[in-house]
């Protein structure tokens, strides 16, 4: 799929206020700094679309991009985030859960997950989660080019060992890196087929 057009068109804090034309959305989720913002930007060829965590007062809401007048990709707030505190967390984890629980638009998540990373508690209660309330999912592994390619085939394959242990269906699996433009084509294609459906 090609990406002609992608717009910015509204922040929230409530799902409720999210756009209302019932266009399909994908949305992209992850820990602080997975590389959710520069990902949204590699796949739509823009430079800052999204906010990357060096912008200064980047604020956690979930924000929506019209791609090709078609569909949104929905940059969903970072989890897990230390310097927020534990009301902050709360409020987050409040932001995050209503819109996945209510966005019946949303035809798919994508949670990133950094390459070099070990599976993390709350990623993996996370996904447990989205299993419990039937939410469709991806993972994405992120900053694959952090990595040589032994290495990146040895920690993700302890990743996917470590899911098969709690999950009897592994969701869906892409690699990325938005330094290289890796990952790209299938992310697109694999949006277009649930389009079409
Ligand atoms: P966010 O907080 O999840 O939106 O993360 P950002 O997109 O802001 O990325 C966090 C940091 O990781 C930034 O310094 C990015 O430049 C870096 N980064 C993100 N994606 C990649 C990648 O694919 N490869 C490399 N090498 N660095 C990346």
């Known amino acids: 799929m090609l990406i002609k057009d992608a717009q910015f068109v509204i922040s929230n804090t409530d799902y409720r206020k999210c756009p209302q034309d019932g266009k399909p959305e994908y949305a992209f989720i992850g820990r602080s700094n ?84 070990e599976p993390q508690l709350i990623d993996m209660e996370f996904m447990a989660w989205l299993g419990e309330k039937a939410i469709p999912f991806c993972i994405v592994f992120t900053k694959s080019d952090k990595l040589s390619r032994s290495a990146l085939k040895i920690n993700t394959n302890n990743y996917i060992e470590k899911l098969s242990e709690e999950w009897e269906e592994l969701p869906s699996i892409f690699f990325t890196s938005s330094e290289k433009g890796e990952g790209k084509e299938d992310i697109l294609n694999y949006i277009d087929q649930l389009n079409k459906l």
């Open 34 to 117: 997975v590389g959710k913002s520069s990902l949204i930007n590699m796949l739509t060829n823009r430079k800052k679309l999204a906010l990357t965590s060096s912008t200064p007062g980047k604020t956690q809401l979930i924000n929506h991009f019209l791609i090709n007048d078609e569909w949104y990709i929905v940059d969903l707030p970072g989890y897990g985030y230390a310097q927020r505190g534990k009301e902050g967390r709360n409020l987050i984890a409040k932001i995050i859960e209503t819109y996945i629980l209510n966005r019946t638009q949303m035809t798919n998540l994508f949670l990133l997950i950094d390459s070099r990373h």
